[in-house]
């Protein structure tokens, strides 16, 4: 039997759109996931899917072993943080952390108080008149109290400074550290959480493109610089992802083994980071120009 | 403590390696706690299981040791076993980069002596 999130075959369409296709991933516990994807790639739509906010079209998830649909006992160890605003907004902060401790049964409160403080929060203010930036605040606050084993961060910064960001991934490997547990983190600012993340797995239209550990992901990404015709040869038959020239300076972006060809001197190679490489796998006209 | 992740290689080598320059730079003297994995972890932002698998790497090479309970300290003699591995290093990366170098310019051994001295001359 499997431990933790199992998602098999799992596709969405809304009307006739297809927006996830075939999702087969497995979320282990105690791990800090990065779920990246440009826009509309699908995130949301399956983060709402594992948290049994919508239904799957086809296929199925699991939680060590048991349909997650309506058992309430596996959901209410999933918390899900999402961009739209759940909470009425003449509710005041601190009710807010009451109501979620009604709901599941328990809620770190001192920690609450403790991440107040830090954030500069004002608790007693009503939710609606929060800035955005705050807004997310009083989200994060609650997903790092709730005793859930599993938390969906779907743009968990959205509106917060370089302070507060800098607090937020601060704090999250302070609870991480005290109680670890899957944390699912999706976000743009992927340079700021590239090192805290574990595990990597990237959405493209719908589809998974990759899911593998960081330190694999980068070993095997490569940035080979040098002269345009010298790296053009030592590129061919690579899996060659994206390209930039300067003149007749050219790196070519290579993802996957170099196998053991020699390496020519005026060439230079180095690994990619997390950022670049997403770049470079999610680019649109890159994959137009590959089908032409 | 300054860390500098710039870096190809893998995060946790380069954890090891911050943790080495500071050792043998004297920052954490030997003898002294080492600061914890989570410390480090939330200063940087780097995954607390990344910066274990470099503390471990240390451990390993017998420069900082667990204390149950207390932490990791330097162990006495790390500076010196550090600087040993160094000085063993210093031809295949160093001197031989030099050479080549230094054959490209179209510098003889002896142009490349004198300017060894006059390195160390100017160097304090």
Redesign the interface.
């Known amino acids: 039997m499997s431990s933790g999130i199992e998602i098999q075959h799992l596709s969405k369409q809304y009307e006739k759109k297809t927006i996830l296709h075939d999702i087969n991933l497995k979320f282990e516990p105690k791990t800090?996931y990065g779920l990246l994807g440009r826009n509309g790639a699908g995130k949301s739509t399956l983060l709402g899917l594992i948290s049994d906010r919508i239904f799957p079209t086809q296929g199925r998830i699991l939680f060590n072993a048991e349909m997650i649909h309506d058992n309430d006992q596996i959901l209410g160890q999933f918390y899900l943080m999402s961009e739209v605003d759940l909470y009425p907004n003449r509710r005041r902060v601190r009710q807010l952390f009451r109501d979620t401790e009604q709901l599941y049964g328990e809620f770190n409160r001192k920690y609450a108080d403790e991440l107040v403080k830090k954030f500069g929060l004002d608790d007693s203010s009503q939710y609606g008149k929060l800035s955005t930036g705050y807004r997310t605040i009083v989200k994060l606050i609650i997903a790092l109290c709730v005793p859930a084993t599993y938390i969906f961060l779907d743009e968990p910064v959205l509106g917060l400074d370089a302070n507060h960001r800098d607090i937020f991934?601060?704090e999250l490997?302070?609870t991480?550290?005290e109680r670890p547990r899957t944390f699912v983190i999706s976000t743009h600012l992927i340079e700021?959480?590239a090192?805290?993340?574990?595990q990597v797995v990237v959405i493209k239209s719908g589809r998974v493109l990759v899911d593998d550990s960081?330190?694999a992901l980068?070993?095997e990404s490569y940035a080979i610089t040098g002269p345009k015709n010298v790296v053009d040869s030592f590129v061919s038959g690579l899996n060659v992802i994206g390209s930039e020239t300067l003149g007749n300076l050219k790196a070519a972006y290579v993802f996957g083994a170099l196998d053991d060809r020699p390496i020519p001197d005026v060439i230079t190679i180095?690994?990619m980071d997390l950022q670049k490489l997403f770049v470079n796998l999610t680019n649109e006209e890159e994959t137009q120009n590959d089908a032409l | 403590m300054q860390f500098d992740f710039n870096s190809t290689d893998p995060l946790y080598r380069q954890v090891a390696a911050q943790i080495e320059d500071a050792i043998f730079s004297g920052s954490f003297s030997e003898g002294s706690q080492v600061p914890s994995t989570t410390e480090i972890s939330k200063e940087f932002h780097i995954n607390p299981a990344t910066v274990l698998k470099g503390m471990n790497l240390l451990v390993d090479q017998g420069l900082v040791e667990k204390r149950r309970g207390l932490g990791m300290f330097v162990t006495r003699g790390a500076q010196e076993t550090i600087r040993e591995d160094r000085r063993n290093q210093f031809f295949s990366n160093d001197v031989q980069k030099l050479v080549a170098e230094a054959k490209q310019l179209a510098l003889s051994a002896d142009e490349v002596l004198s300017l060894v001295k006059r390195g160390y001359e100017e160097h304090e």
Not at chain 1, 195 to 198: G, Q
């Open positions: 800090i991934y601060r490997v302070e991480y550290t700021e959480i090192n805290l993340i574990e960081s330190e980068i070993a180095e690994h």
